[in-house]
């Protein structure tokens, strides 16, 4: 593997958890509270666990990155990474999904099952959440456009080797 493909690797790995980071620390710092007909309630991550699930598996995102900075990608080793980078995708796309339809229920409601919007109560905690979710989005793409990378060198390995 050439230079410019270790340190387009690397490059594309430390955009990863960075976004990976982002999500968790702005997820993990969402909350807001709000008054209504004299009751008051408090919206934060840990009472879906669907952030919750989020949050697991940006930590995870972020520690198998910071783990798999330094590696080389030689032989078998970078098959095993491919087959680490494929797993991690589908986990953050399945999290990612699972949120964005919990923040869709939150923003807009549901008026067949009688499940109102609570965005307009706790803004804050639903601005947090949107921003969580682009971060982690991003580090979405990034682990995508890796595992393009991952393979494309993975290929070339073989047809070059035969």
């Known amino acids: ?44 991550f840990t009472n879906t666990p669907t952030f919750k699930y989020f949050i697991g598996v940006n930590i995870l995102a972020s520690a198998y990155s910071l783990i798999v900075l330094f590696f080389p990608t030689k032989n078998l080793l970078g098959r095993i990474l491919l087959i680490s980078d494929i797993i991690m995708t589908l986990l953050l796309d399945s999290s990612i999904s699972a949120c964005l339809a919990i923040a869709q229920v939150g923003k807009k409601g549901n008026s067949h099952a009688g499940w109102l919007p609570i965005c307009g109560q706790v803004p804050k905690f639903c601005d947090r959440v949107t921003g969580s979710l682009i971060a982690g989005f991003a580090a979405a ?14 290929l070339n390995f073989y047809t070059l080797k035969a």
Do not use: C, P, W
């Open 1 to 44: 593997m050439t230079l410019a493909n270790r340190i387009t690797i690397f490059l594309l790995r430390l955009l990863a958890l960075g976004a990976s980071v982002a999500a968790i620390i702005i997820m993990a710092t969402s909350h807001d509270s709000a008054q209504v007909l004299g009751m008051t309630f408090e919206a934060k």
């Open 141 to 154: 793409i990034l682990y995508f456009l890796l595992l393009l990378f991952s393979f494309h060198n993975v």
